[in-house]
């Protein structure tokens, strides 16, 4: 079994991926993510973005194929060892906000330190000062329900920073926000994870999302190709095509 290289924090190799109905979602794909990098994968929808990012994640298990995170194989890892895995040292975004409806924002933004044993007060305090980065701190007592799709979004966001893990899955992690919005979430993201030395795979398909990464890989029907040109995301997601070439 071949080792990964000591600069890679996750790397993996021929990951194989098909869905219960039979349809292949990942064929063969091969990549390095180095310590702090931000890596955009990108590719239009149903490229197999997010099922990358969950065998990366732990949260799937690839049929075929080895991931490693520190030299540590995940893919030989029990359940409980992942999900722990996934507790301790990875954050995840999804492209649409799902917050606990009984727990107010700060709440909701705290909750993973608190699962891993971060007192009330401290929790609350590294909640606090991610809603304010990202401007949604002044509803910080309010419910999920009381708030836009895009500010869930945003609370979903700070959730996943507040924790500093050691690497950020983001997939597609501003289709719920306005385009006057995604410019400034998305550059605090990447701003707060440069300094923190957090490492960040952005699944994306769009090319201005894409352009604020460290380094690209293009997904095609489940294989890793030379170039995906994507156009620039629309004002409501999804609705304009993308037009590729490999």
């Known amino acids: 079994m ?14 194989h991926f098909t869905h219960r109905d039979g349809s292949p979602a990942l064929n063969g794909v091969s990549l390095g993510v180095r310590e702090g990098e931000i890596l955009a994968v990108n590719g239009p929808r149903g490229s197999g973005k997010s099922t990358l990012l969950g065998c990366l994640s732990g949260q799937l298990r690839a049929q075929r194929g080895e991931v490693w ?5 995940v893919h030989t890892m029990g359940p409980i ?16 906000p799902s917050l606990v409806p009984e727990l107010n924002v700060w709440e909701n933004a705290a909750l993973p330190l608190m699962l891993r044993g971060t007192s009330r007060r401290r929790a609350k305090v590294a909640a606090q000062e991610w809603l304010e980065r990202l401007d949604i ?23 996943a920073l507040a924790p500093a893990p050691t690497v950020l899955f983001a997939d597609e992690p501003t289709a ?8 400034h979430v998305l550059r605090t993201l990447t701003t707060a994870a440069r300094s923190h030395g957090i ?10 999302t894409a ?33 590729l070439s490999a």
């Open 2 to 15: 071949e080792a990964p290289p000591d600069n890679d924090v996750l790397w993996a190799r021929s990951l």
């Open 69 to 73: 995170f520190n030299s540590v194989p």
């Open 81 to 96: 060892a992942r999900e722990r895995l996934r507790r301790d040292r990875f954050g995840w975004i999804d492209p649409a």
């Open 137 to 159: 701190g002044e509803k910080s007592r309010k419910r999920p329900a009381d708030l836009l799709q895009s500010e869930r979004q945003r609370v979903c966001i700070a959730r």
């Open 176 to 183: 719920p926000l306005h385009r006057a919005d995604r410019g």
């Open 199 to 208: 490492t960040v795979l952005l699944a994306t398909h769009d090319a201005e």
């Open 211 to 243: 352009a604020l990464a460290d380094r690209t890989v293009s997904l095609l029907d489940g294989r890793r190709v030379t170039t995906v040109h994507l156009p620039p995301a629309p004002e409501t997601e999804g609705r304009a095509a993308c037009s």
